[in-house]
């Protein structure tokens, strides 16, 4: 079972995306409204996902995912995003696994999701 942590300062949409994992037959081990909880709770919870809110990533989102790479090696990281024009350039190019946006329905983003986990399996 894929391991997840969640990180997004929106309850309710951390409370939606559980629910989808769930769904997905993920196990959603943690989950944090900011970014230095995250950090400080995720290393913990051995992840196999990490879905990460753009917004809540710090002022350097590239030092930010490295810091989770040096300390969650194996984990992938999914950066959900708002707006896909500049923002999915810039998520790209901090080192993230994938983006997900917002704006996609639930079957679009449990396709990207499964998309993701099968190509972690081959790898």
Known sequence: MTRVYLADARREDRSALRQLLSNMKMDVVGAAADWMTTMAKAPADRLDMLLVDW????????????????VCPATMAIVLISH?????????????????SRSDT???VIEHLRTVVASAVFK
């Open 106 to 108: 639930s079957e679009s």
């Open 55 to 70: 917004d809540l990533l710090p002022s350097s989102p590239k030092a930010a995912i490295d810091e989770l790479r040096k």
């Open 84 to 100: 896909l024009d500049a923002t999915t350039q810039a998520t790209r190019s901090i080192g993230a696994d994938a983006f997900i």
